[in-house]
């Protein structure tokens, strides 16, 4: 049986090797504390354009209006609020960083910034973008289904990988002193932190 | 040198197996939404009047076993108010200055809870220690994936007959998901 189990194993870690590094960047990320799109210095791509919004549309109605016109890309669902200046505000958030939107109703027009994130939130994000993920383009759907795999066969992995460890290297001292100070020490936060 | 690093992957693997799980598992509850129902509990205790934030946090911990990470306070008529955050929940602090009265409203969030917000503590500047080693902990898993995955890779290429099968998986998932991540930057 171990046999087949070692062939999961294996299959399941080429896989999804490269998700592997993912997740290991994403968490490189938010221990080293890369800036976001709000402190990463760099100023927001602004324009403008033409919009008019129907007089009975609700806020949110306009949020879908606005999506729909600059589609931007990657992104889910429109976030809508009213600014202090009582502008409406739609936010579209996608794995590259923020599209924001401002309606500026008594001229007509759109006010649309653009903050692009770096490359290392990029991955943080990417690793975030799980099925729930409301964007309809193709690459963040089949991203999404791809991490769903890798979260399944990361833990088949993990299963496989310590059952193998377990009854084929039990004899080896390092084999114990690494499960077992693994245990405890996960055991110890577990109990500090509930 | 196919030992070593065989010991090593060995090592990793199962030194972080419960951290991975965590991951995985609080990453299927995340994707897939399962609620977390809280169940909250209210109470009242009597501490020394006139504290500030800090101290105030001190004292309920030595005398009432109360435990987290001190948020940010709002202040209230007469007092405060602060959470105490821990990864299985909160409790909120209504602290009233002149008599010392405190309500406690702590939220606990069960394991699914806890898996949860283990998943997102990170960092190396918290408040408290505990914290702060997690941050270490999870700085080093981050570390481990890349060398799990690199050991592994090296250890599948020493084994012959696996070759075929494993160039096949390997390439489709070097190719779709740098496809994909192209794509997604774009």
Known sequence: ?194 | MYRLIRNIHLILGLLLFWMVMMYAVSAAQMAHQIKIVPVITESDVTATPGLDVRPLAMELMEKNGLTGELGNATSLPGGYRFPLTRAGGVTQITYDRATGKVHLKTSDNGVWGILNRLHHFHGLHNQSGARNAWGWLVLFASLAMFALGGTGVYMWFKLHKERGIGVVLLSANLVVSIILLIALRM
């Open chain 1, 1 to 194: 049986m171990n046999a087949w189990i070692k062939k999961i194993h294996i299959y399941a870690g080429l896989l999804n090797f490269t998700i592997l590094c993912v997740f290991g960047a994403a968490g490189l990320v938010v221990t080293a504390e890369a800036p976001d799109i709000f402190h990463g210095g760099s100023e927001p791509d602004v324009s403008t354009v033409p919009f008019q919004a129907p007089g009975s549309a609700s806020d949110k109605e306009v949020g879908n209006l606005i999506g729909a016109q600059l589609q931007p890309k990657h992104a889910g669902k429109a976030n809508v609020r009213r600014n202090g200046q009582h502008q409406l505000e739609a936010d579209f958030y996608s794995v590259n960083g923020l599209v924001r939107a401002t309606y500026l109703e008594s001229e007509g027009q759109l006010k649309v910034e653009t903050r692009r994130n770096s490359i290392w939130r990029f991955l943080d994000n990417a690793h975030a973008t799980t099925i729930q993920e409301t964007a309809s383009d193709w690459a963040p759907w089949a991203w999404s289904r791809y991490i769903e795999l890798s979260i399944w066969s990361l833990m088949l992995m993990a299963l496989t990988g310590t059952w193998l460890g377990l009854t084929t290297r039990w004899n080896y001292w390092w084999t114990k002193a690494s499960f077992i100070a693994g245990t405890i020490g996960f055991a110890v936060f577990w109990m500090v932190e509930k």
